[in-house]
């Protein structure tokens, strides 16, 4: 069974630094697109990034661009969402997701998701 | 990038009902869309990609329609498990983005 599971939730003061994980099991990790998500606290999803582990390939939205860094670790199986300077604006849920399959860009798998709080 | 706008942003309707629920694209996307479904505390459920091939597991009551500019979600026959915020999803050209949303609520 493909599996996403997504490190625990974080309580960061602003300026701080972070890093979240999304480890995948069950599938190639190299050969599916693996996204970013954000659901700030009452409000819709956002599109974050995207990375294809097998070359590190990444797009980010505009409005997430040089804010964050998305990575992957192909040897572990597991990508990465960090911050160097986090704002109180940052605290929101944030869910990995796994592109459906070959063929689409729809996200089938979900991570469970890992809670951010920036506050001071 | 490309904007998608849903339709309505909330919806009351009595278990039973038929919905449909709207998203529309700010330019072509031909059939690059997906429906998800969220209940408060979960991560999003893919429904619908392609704009219309069910996911599998998922009940036959859910359709998706459309290509190009506008697409549609339709429940035939609301259930109480139903009760849940809808959001389409455009793969068409990063980056992608997400409609607003509509919250789908017990009449």
């Known amino acids: 069974e493909v599996q996403l599971v997504q490190s625990g939730a974080e309580v960061k003061k602003p300026g701080e630094s972070l890093e979240i994980s999304c480890q995948g099991s069950a599938y190639s990790f190299t050969s599916y697109f693996i996204a970013w998500v954000r659901q700030m606290p009452g409000k819709g999803l956002e599109w974050v990034g995207i990375?294809?582990?097998?070359?590190?390939?990444?797009r980010y939205s505009p409005s997430f661009q040089g804010q964050v860094t998305i990575s992957a670790d192909k040897s572990r199986n597991t990508a990465y969402l960090r911050w160097n300077s986090l704002t109180a604006s940052d605290t929101a849920m944030y869910y990995c997701?796994?592109?459906?399959?070959?063929?689409?860009?729809?996200?089938?798998?979900w991570g469970q998701g890992t809670l951010v709080t920036v506050s001071s | 990038a490309i904007q998608l706008t849903q339709s309505p942003s909330s919806l009351s309707a009595p278990v039973g009902d038929r919905v449909t629920i709207t998203c529309r694209a700010s330019q072509g996307i031909r059939i690059t869309l997906a429906w998800y479904q969220q209940k408060p505390g979960k991560a999003p459920k893919l429904l619908i990609y392609?704009?219309?091939s069910l996911e599998s597991g998922v009940p036959s009551r859910f359709s998706g329609s459309g290509s190009g500019t506008d697409f549609t979600l339709t429940i035939s026959s609301l259930q109480p498990e139903d009760f849940a915020t809808y959001y389409c999803q455009q793969f068409n050209s990063y980056p992608y983005t997400f409609g607003q949303g509509t919250k789908l609520e017990i009449k």
């Open positions: 997701a796994r592109q459906y399959n070959f063929d689409t860009g729809s996200f089938g798998y």
């Open positions: 392609d704009a219309s």
């Open positions: 990375i294809y582990p097998a070359d590190s390939n990444t």
